[in-house]
């Protein structure tokens, strides 16, 4: 199974910026779309982001177009998912996601995760 490695969290100041990475061991992480869910206590988990197998299309939940930006570097095996304009409302654990397809992300499809990351905290406070 496809293991993957997140790394990039931590603690901002409203309007700072953090780049999550996502890192797999294995070629095979380019036969998949890749992606970001976040979740905050009590709430469902939310599908933000996703890049297709070849990079070439790219989606964002409405909650963060315009201030986040996802990546791929196939050379190294890692997604990198940019956040500007960090707003306290983006606080949540983050979980990088492989899926066979990006529409898994973008409706929420939890159940087709392939592989998930193991989370990485993100908090936006003074």
């Not at 953090?18 to 779309?33: E, G, M, P, V």
């Amino acid at each position: 199974q496809l293991q993957l490695v997140e790394s990039g969290g931590g603690l901002v100041q409203p309007g700072g910026s953090l780049r999550l990475s996502c890192a797999a061991s294995t070629f095979l992480f380019d036969t998949y779309a890749v992606g970001w869910f976040r979740q905050v206590p009590g709430k469902e988990r939310e599908g933000i982001s996703c890049i297709t197998r070849g990079g070439g299309g790219v989606s964002y939940a409405d909650s963060v177009k315009g201030r986040f930006t996802i990546s791929r570097d196939k050379a190294n095996n890692t997604v990198y998912l940019r956040m500007n304009s960090l707003k306290p409302e983006d606080t949540a654990v983050y979980y990088c996601a492989a899926v066979p397809i990006c529409m898994v992300i973008t409706s929420g499809q939890i159940h087709r995760v392939s592989s998930w990351g193991q989370g990485t905290q993100v908090t936006v406070s003074s």
